[in-house]
């Protein structure tokens, strides 16, 4: 599904942020993107969603890059970013609405899966309102009912979890793991690395912008020469050199 191949890239040519990185995430898999503050995960997601173009090597979805055929590339991808970012002057069903008509989204579909998710996510009751009245973690929800009414072929999330309450961390998980079921790859980037490690299939761990560690736990467990630790003992012996 999603291809990083030798990825070099970054804010500035002079500079680059990332360097070399590759990795894939196939249908039915979650991969997570594990790092410190500062590693390159948000710079490599912004290159994966063409917010950046890459310096050196590409990113393939389906087998083709952005620039071979953009539109088949975006209707395929939906982000939930770490900030919620929506239209103050818009309700919550008016973004959802919105969602729909960009990715060409049938009417009757559209209001099936949206009454879904409002019921899921516990939002039905201020589904007319405007989002500066609510709070972070309703904010956050925004961005989470809009990319999982399109179903994505590839979901890209960035630390979801932020201001969530517990049920919501719960539903968000359940949609998660429905999701690759219904064999959507889903590529997460998160700190919290017990959930990572419970709900990803594999794993890429950043460190100054370049790959330390990936693949399986135990692959990984293999590449570090620690046969018994976790991911997080991984992750702090890759974070301390």
Request: charged share 20%; glycine share 8%.
């Amino acid at each position: 599904m999603l291809c990083v191949k030798n990825l070099t890239g970054g804010y500035s040519v002079h500079q680059p942020v990332i360097h070399h990185i590759s990795f894939e995430v196939q249908p039915s898999e979650i991969v997570g993107l594990i790092g410190l503050n500062g590693a390159g995960k948000s710079t490599t997601i912004k290159h994966i969603l063409g917010l950046l173009s890459p310096q050196e090597g590409t990113v393939t979805l389906g087998g083709k890059t952005l620039a071979e055929d953009p539109v088949h590339f975006r209707s395929q991808v939906a982000f939930i970013p770490e900030a919620p970012q929506f239209y103050e002057e818009l309700t919550l069903w008016e973004h959802m609405e919105l969602t729909a008509r960009a990715y060409q989204m049938k009417p009757d579909v559209f209001k099936k899966r949206a009454e879904h998710l409002l019921e899921v996510f516990r939002m039905k009751k201020v589904a007319k309102w405007f989002p500066n009245t609510f709070s972070k973690g309703m904010q956050q929800k925004i961005m989470i009912l809009s990319a999982f009414l399109v179903q994505p072929s590839l979901l890209i999330v960035d630390e979801p979890f932020v201001g969530l309450d517990p049920l919501a961390i719960q539903a968000l998980l359940e949609m998660l793991q429905d999701g690759k079921q219904q064999g959507m790859a889903i590529l997460m980037s998160t700190h919290i690395l017990g959930m990572a490690e419970k709900y990803c299939d594999r794993f890429v761990i950043l460190h100054e912008g370049r790959t330390s560690l990936h693949g399986t736990l135990p692959e990984m467990r293999k590449q570090a020469e620690q046969p018994d630790a976790s991911l997080e003992e991984l992750f702090i012996g890759v974070a301390r050199g």
